[in-house]
């Protein structure tokens, strides 16, 4: 079982910039690929960025691909997004994921741990 705790959400100005962590329990955290999602009102679920156990291999939306990085540091069992030049269009709830499968997915139900979401407010 793996738990999921995010932080560093907030409000923040357009152009402005924002990191998000997310802290993981349990050993098996180093073997798991790691997600950020998304939730506007109203909208779906969607995927922002991924990354592999080692943290080598990311994968972007197009919507923040050049704006926003992945990274995790495996030694403190945390993952985080680093997002900078922000619009109002990235106002969200953002949520960290895991996925058991050691392979980069964009698909939701692929992963198998959820945290419980931050706030990030961009405004104009």
């Known amino acids: 079982q793996v738990q999921l705790v995010e932080s560093g959400g907030g409000l923040v100005q357009a152009g402005g910039s924002l990191r998000l962590s997310c802290a993981a329990s349990g050993r098996t955290f180093s073997s798991y690929v790691m997600g950020w999602f998304r939730q506007a009102p109203g909208k779906e679920r969607e995927f922002v960025a991924a990354a592999s156990w080692t943290g080598g291999r990311t994968y972007y939306a197009d919507s923040v691909k050049g704006r926003f990085t992945i990274s995790r540091d495996n030694a403190k069992n945390t993952v985080y997004l680093q997002m900078n030049s922000l619009k109002p269009e990235d106002t969200a709830v953002y949520y960290c994921?895991?996925?058991?499968?050691?392979?980069?997915?964009?698909?939701?139900?692929?992963?198998?741990?959820w945290g419980q979401g931050t706030q990030v407010t961009v405004s104009s």
């Open positions: 994921a895991a996925r058991k499968i050691p392979r980069i997915s964009a698909i939701t139900s692929n992963y198998d741990y």
